[in-house]
């Protein structure tokens, strides 16, 4: 909910009303129902007959046409599994099909509805879960799911990074040392500092200080310079005045950085009077090839400093590389980190009867921290401490656990990708055992239309692809038929011709030889006459 306050006047109070859009509600299921509608017509139109014509449409009688159609029918009209009979349907929230085969609304049932069962009617139409256990809870379901009631067993409750120390330090530290907590999600670690006489409630507050601490990223150069061998630069130092560096007008000094989020950059810094320049000048240089998202100092040390602009974890990086044209010797050194960029670290220090207890805010085999200290005054033993995923199946099919989130296994046959989440103890599981009920997986209408529609239209292996694949085929060994077809045509056609040639040719020379014939006969019957 965002809220725009246009004016305000003190000591008024102001009444802010949420509701639900059931508008927004409506018009999204007349949405489902005009495109359904569209669906239905298009699929319609290829069973009809014209009369006048007499043809009928190129999809007629089509098997997979007619499937498709259906199913659709049916994912609509059937009962969601899993629901009540109170709320199983459609038609119960005025959604039913008019005698022309099409969905239509029934404004008055649906509206009612609307107003008095959104729940049921979000149930009928969206996908959902249930569990019998208020130690379960359902997460999520997956295009894999299916639907149905299943038995959860766990085997190991998830647990938190977690150590309680052996010490009653509430009289106070019986000396000073130093804790190093590293996170064992982030990999960043800190230090506290913890001095003699600290009560168990101080040493809590100051461990919490420091892990709840956002920290920006800090570099500072390992050389320290001086104006006289004792006293440190300042930002405010000539660097005619550095101690030994015989810096000369012309020396350059370039710059090679890396952003906080590892863009490179890079400059150079020319030092054209070293009379008059100061190393505040440089810092100035620094702060603009990084555009303006660090900030710069000098030290007490007399040691450059870059801190970066945004908090956590950082890819800031720094390289100064003096030239020293002139000969002299200019060193700021390498800029080493010396506080590291990181994010408040999910880890609560508590007080536990007068000792320290550390415990991870998450659950989980990866999530945890790793302790170290100068001294053991707090009574913890120096190493790592980790959480334990939960385990267990659903529906007695493999699920890997994550944290306190059990998930069924790719290609289970049933629980593919569902998810639970187990807010079980150990010490309840003991207590309660494996069994913890079931949970129930339910896919409405509008749920089960998007995973059915999205499946019949895959590219690669849906029912219109295959159907399309295979009229492709049928079209291409059509015309193979027809090419091996006009191929004999052709050569029929060729011994034809030369057949026709040859009764040619011999016709004429038929038509020759009668010819001299007939001129034979008739000199024949010319001499017997004579």
Do not use: C
């Not at 802010?16 to 508008?23: P, R, S």
């Not at 119960?92 to 969905?103: A, D, K, M, P």
């Not at 420091?210 to 006293?231: F, H, I, K, P, Q």
């Not at 049933?414 to 129930?440: E, F, M, S, W, Y």
């Amino acid at each position: 909910v965002t809220l725009n306050l246009v004016n305000s006047e003190a000591g008024t109070n102001v009444s802010v009303n949420v509701a639900q859009d059931t508008g927004a509600i409506k018009a999204s299921i007349q949405s489902l129902v005009d495109n359904f509608n569209t669906a239905s017509s298009l699929i319609g139109n290829q069973f009809v007959f014209n009369e006048e014509l007499q043809t009928s449409g190129p999809l007629s009688g089509d098997a997979t046409l007619l499937t498709l159609q259906s199913q659709l029918r049916s994912l609509v009209l059937d009962p969601v599994t899993g629901l009540s009979s109170d709320e199983n349907s459609l038609t119960l929230f005025g959604v039913s099909f008019n005698r022309e085969g099409l969905l239509e609304i029934d404004n008055s049932t649906l509206d009612s509805a609307l107003a008095n069962d959104l729940t049921k009617l979000k149930n009928v139409l969206a996908e959902s879960g249930t569990s019998s256990d208020s130690d379960i809870e359902f997460v999520f379901q997956t295009a894999d799911t299916v639907a149905g009631t299943y038995d959860v067993d766990i085997t190991a409750a998830p647990e938190q990074g977690d150590t309680t120390g052996a010490t009653d330090i509430s009289g106070g530290l019986t000396s000073d040392t130093t804790v190093t907590i590293t996170d064992a999600v982030s990999g960043k670690s800190d230090t506290i500092d913890l001095l003699l006489g600290d009560t168990t409630d101080e040493v809590v507050d100051k461990l919490n200080t420091v892990l709840a601490s956002n920290v920006a990223e800090v570099r500072t150069g390992s050389v320290v310079n001086t104006t006289d061998g004792v006293t440190p630069v300042t930002s405010a130092t000539t660097f005619d005045t550095i101690n030994g560096a015989a810096v000369v007008a012309g020396d350059t000094i370039d710059i090679q950085a890396d952003m906080h989020n590892g863009e490179r950059v890079t400059g150079t810094f020319t030092i054209d009077d070293p009379t008059t320049q100061t190393i505040d000048d440089l810092l100035s240089e620094i702060r603009s090839v990084f555009g303006g998202s660090v900030s710069t100092s000098v030290d007490a040390n007399g040691q450059i400093q870059v801190t970066d602009s945004e908090i956590g974890n950082s890819s800031m990086t720094l390289v100064l590389i003096e030239r020293n044209e002139g000969g002299g010797t200019l060193d700021f050194g390498q800029l080493d980190t010396t506080e590291e960029g990181r994010f408040a670290m999910a880890i609560t220090a508590t007080n536990e009867s007068g000792a320290i207890r550390l415990t991870s805010d998450a659950y989980g085999s990866d999530v945890g921290f790793t302790v170290g200290q100068t001294v053991d005054e707090l009574g913890i033993a120096d190493g790592d401490y980790l959480g334990v995923d939960v385990a267990g199946t659903i529906n007695g099919e493999a699920a890997t656990g994550d944290g306190r989130v059990l998930t069924g296994d790719s290609d289970n046959a049933n629980t593919d990708g569902l998810a639970i989440r187990v807010t079980l103890t150990p010490d309840q599981l003991t207590t309660q055992g494996q069994d913890q009920g079931t949970v129930k997986v339910v896919q409405g209408v509008a749920n089960q239309l998007s995973r059915t529609l999205a499946s019949m239209t895959d590219p690669l292996g849906g029912m219109i692809a295959t159907r399309s694949g295979a009229i492709e085929d049928t079209i291409e060994a059509n015309n193979d038929q027809i090419d091996r077809l006009l191929e004999r045509l052709e050569i029929k056609q060729n011994t034809l011709q030369r057949q026709f040639t040859v009764m040619e040719t011999t016709l004429a020379e038929l038509n020759s030889m009668g010819s001299f014939l007939g001129s034979q006969l008739a000199s024949l019957s010319a001499q017997v006459g004579g």
